[in-house]
């Protein structure tokens, strides 16, 4: 089922998760039995991270080599398994970066052939590798191009004019900034990047994490008064460990509130900050349930706990 169908027939707010592919050569089954654990709160669909090729430096008896790698090459697989193994909706996350038009038209076309209806569409990171075009090939520079392209697929247009291939049905999704993307020179701006995106076909938002929902009941309110009225899940992460005071703001360019920051600050061991962590999430999660959102989805990674501590907390 599409996402914006799961919304539309809910009868309650959804609760959905975002997972992260293995590294190269890990262990799956570590992540499936994440899976396992994230299914028994019965989410209508989850989340796969998508990981470009990227420059990596590496010391060798030569000297210093530079290499190009992936170093998390499992999303299709992993939506192979979550779609028809756990019959939960999967959606990849498709880039722009480090892919050309033609592999995203393959990407998209593998998906079809699994069954998959659902993508997100993002730019995704520069890691500093940009493979060169030859013999006409070109690649999305932004997140609104990959929707166009996407768009342009579910129209019945291809890339290859004598492809012999019927439209494809894929519901796109992308992502939203509370707190304003990190490159936009201001909020106005970052919300016109938005509005052309949802023109272009994108059907729902998922916002960045945030962690004062004020940032987020101020962005759906600008997004209304900009004539964007597509639904807006908000997405949120639950802090577990003193690193992600610093980790969280300069990679995701978020703020923390200095109470949750202080909360994790005097946590004396993990364990406590992953309580304090949690605690503050789900007073987040609950007061944004309260306010009638159409979901909430967290930002899990690779660890159930804390978002079980979480969800045990709520009241729906």
Known sequence: MRVVEHLAQATEPL???EIIPPKRGGNLRDLLNL???????????IDITSHPAEV???ETEEGIQRTIKRKRPGTLGLCALIQNKYEIDAVPHVLCNGFTQ????DFLIELRYLGIENVLAVRGDDKGYHKPLTGGRTRNEYAVDLVRQIVSMNEGNYLDAYLDASPTDFCVG???????????P???SDLRYAKMKVDAGAEYIVTQMFFD????????????????NVPIIPGLKVLTSKRHLNTIPRTFHCDLPEELASAIEGAKKRKDAIAAGAEWTAMQAQELLDRGVPSVHFYVMGNAGPVDKVLA???R
């Open 15 to 17: 609760i959905s998760f």
């Open 35 to 45: 899976v396992d654990a994230l299914s028994k709160h019965r989410p209508p669909f």
């Open 56 to 58: 990596v430096y590496e």
């Open 102 to 105: 033609q592999e995203t038209e």
């Open 174 to 184: 992308v992502s939203g900034y509370p707190e304003k993307h990190f490159e936009a």
């Open 186 to 188: 201001n909020r106005g």
């Open 213 to 228: 929902n004020q940032v987020y009941f101020d962005f759906v309110d600008r997004c209304r008064e900009a004539g964007i």
């Open 313 to 315: 907390k709520l009241k």
